[in-house]
Structure formats: structure tokens, C-alpha cells
């Protein structure tokens, strides 16, 4: 007999586009049912290359409400090469899982996932803040909305989960691989001088080596590659806004 845990946790392929239904049953709600949907997910995860260059690109983020259970998610899209803006979308949303650490997908995706529902233009490639492959489980925030939706996504993390990596070279652009249990899962990117680095990894639909390109396309200014940025900026102003509407 299958435990009910497992059963619910393989709904979850399908709870892509009941984000905005009733249908919220289907998403996991305790510690064994999001690790039994992680241990059932994490072999689809495939990394292959890139049909055509991407021509668009999504950043998507999720900001907390400091007092309520309550989430507002972000979803910009950008044009490449330009980095000029094309679409934004914000929502909010009710937080559906505790904090626990390697579950971030399990409170984040259901609002990214409706932010890029309400999408008009759909991105060739998602950036997200969160891990991809470089996750304990080999199926970070990143790499699950990517089976989730079935795009490529990259995972672009401001802190490491899991892996090691050496010293890495003070300068703007410098990269080292980053390994666990002997396979490089990401690479360790200084994307601007003086400033901590990122650690990118494949989500899903896309190579290692494409997943820093696109990120270093994507680079403008500022340390978060601009799709990112711009979905961090929405997200925190969506936040402020509903302080002052209270």
C-alpha cells in the first residue's frame, strides 16, 4: 500500500496551474510529504542544452509580510541582449508551508508559480532566486518550479546550501566550480568587485555552462543579474504597499 504522504506528493507535478483554484489539497503541507515529493521529483530533473538562445528572460522572487502568513510574489521579463523591460507581474498569496531549511520550494513556488501564470509574454529562460541542483536532494526551488512549469530555469542563490568550493579570486567575473559527493552541481560567481559572490546552478531544461551565460548576460550594474533584481525590487515594493494599505 502506498502511504498517503507519497500519493499526495506525486500530485505535485500537477498543482501547476491549480495555484489560483481550489485545488491547493494537492500541494504538500508537513516535513514527509514535501520530502516524499522531492524524493519522487528529483530524478526528472534534466539537464539538457537549450533549444535557441534565449531571447526573453524572467527574474522571480517572493517577499515575506513581516505579521501575516502572507506572500508577495514577482515576475519580470526582459528582452536579451538589450536587458530592456518587457512584462511585470506581482501577486499575493497565502504562505502554504512552515520554514523548514531544503524546502524553500514548498512556501515559494505556489506564488511564483501565479505570478508567471499571469504572464502574457512566457520567458525562454526563468531565473530564480533560490538553489537548482545544488541541493541536498538535487532539486532546489529553481530545479522544482522547472518541472512544475517545463522551462528552462536557473537557480541564482545569494548563500550556499550544500558544497565546496576553493578560495575564490577577488575580482569581478572570477568563478569556481562548486562540488558535493564528487560532481561539480553549480559554479561560485563574483559578479561585481568587493561584493559576495552567487552561486549558480541548472534548474531544469538547461546546461551548467548555459545557466552562467544567461546569467552573465543578464548582468547590469548592480551584483543580481537585472531580471532578478527588478523581480526582488517588485516584490519588496508590493510588501511596503500593503504596510500603508493596513
Not at 552573465?216 to 551584483?223: A, E
Amino acid at each position: 500500500m502506498i502511504p498517503d504522504g507519497t500519493v499526495k506528493a506525486l500530485q505535485c507535478l500537477e498543482f501547476g496551474g491549480a495555484v489560483n483554484s481550489a485545488d491547493e489539497s494537492s500541494w504538500p503541507r508537513n516535513y514527509q510529504e514535501a520530502l516524499a515529493c522531492q524524493q519522487a521529483l528529483q530524478n526528472k530533473v534534466r539537464l539538457t542544452p537549450l533549444e535557441r538562445p534565449p531571447r526573453l528572460v524572467a527574474g522571480v522572487d517572493a517577499a515575506y509580510d513581516k505579521n501575516r502568513p502572507i506572500l508577495f510574489g514577482a515576475a519580470v521579463v526582459m528582452s536579451l541582449p538589450e536587458l530592456q523591460l518587457v512584462e511585470k507581474v506581482a501577486v499575493t498569496g497565502e504562505v502554504l508551508f512552515p520554514y523548514i531549511p531544503g524546502l524553500l520550494t514548498f512556501r515559494e513556488a505556489p506564488i511564483l508559480l501565479a505570478a508567471l501564470n499571469r504572464l502574457r509574454r512566457q520567458p525562454d529562460v526563468i531565473l530564480v532566486d533560490g538553489q537548482g541542483i545544488a541541493h541536498p536532494r538535487g532539486l532546489g526551488l529553481a530545479s522544482h518550479l522547472g518541472l512544475l512549469i517545463g522551462r528552462p530555469t536557473i537557480g541564482c542563490a545569494k548563500s550556499r546550501l550544500i558544497g565546496t568550493t576553493d578560495d575564490l579570486r577577488r575580482e569581478a567575473g572570477s568563478v569556481n566550480p562548486l562540488r558535493w559527493e564528487g560532481k561539480i552541481i553549480g559554479i561560485v560567481w563574483r559578479s561585481k568587485l568587493r561584493c559576495n559572490p552567487l552561486y549558480i546552478s541548472p534548474g531544469h531544461l538547461i546546461t551548467l555552462e548555459e545557466a552562467l551565460r544567461v546569467a552573465q548576460q543578464c548582468l547590469g550594474r548592480y551584483r543580481l543579474p537585472l531580471p532578478l533584481r527588478e523581480a526582488h525590487l517588485l516584490s519588496q515594493q508590493q510588501r511596503q504597499q500593503a504596510v500603508l494599505n493596513q
